[in-house]
Nanobody
Framework: QVQLVESGGGLVQPGGSLRLSCVSS????????IGWFRQAPGKEREGISC??????YYADSVKGRFTISRDKAKNTVYLQINRLQPEDTAVYSC????????????????WGQGTQVTVSS
């Protein structure tokens, strides 16, 4: 059973950085595709990054500022987010699925509860 827990969110000033973590308390994440999503108030959930079989994907809205990585020893997938802007304010969630071509679909099977990121001065 894959049970995902996100952490690392918080309040940050524009231009700041955060590193979000996605940890599994159940199965190893080594062979799963992991996606990061965000949902801003009043907006639909957006798939922003994915890692699967060594490949990564970034949505245009975050490309160049966000970096996804996997630490197998810690059974954790990270999302490093830099140069944060107020429009990045959202609940960020991670999700897991069987290996896939990142960016081809975003209807992942296992979901965490999310962590709030607020960008404000």
């Amino acid at each position: 059973q894959v049970q995902l827990v996100e952490s690392g969110g918080g309040l940050v000033q524009p231009g700041g950085s955060l590193r979000l973590s996605c940890v599994s308390s159940g199965s190893t994440l080594d062979y799963y595709a992991i996606g990061w999503f965000r949902q801003a108030p009043g907006k639909e959930r957006e798939g922003i990054s994915c890692i699967s079989d060594g490949s990564t994907y970034y949505a245009d809205s975050v490309k160049g500022r966000f970096t996804i990585s996997r630490d197998k020893a810690k059974n954790t997938v990270y999302l490093q987010i830099n140069r944060l802007q107020p429009e990045d304010t959202a609940v960020y969630s991670c999700a897991a699925d069987t290996p896939l071509k990142c960016g081809s679909r975003w209807n992942f099977i296992h979901w965490g509860q999310g962590t709030q990121v607020t960008v404000s001065s």
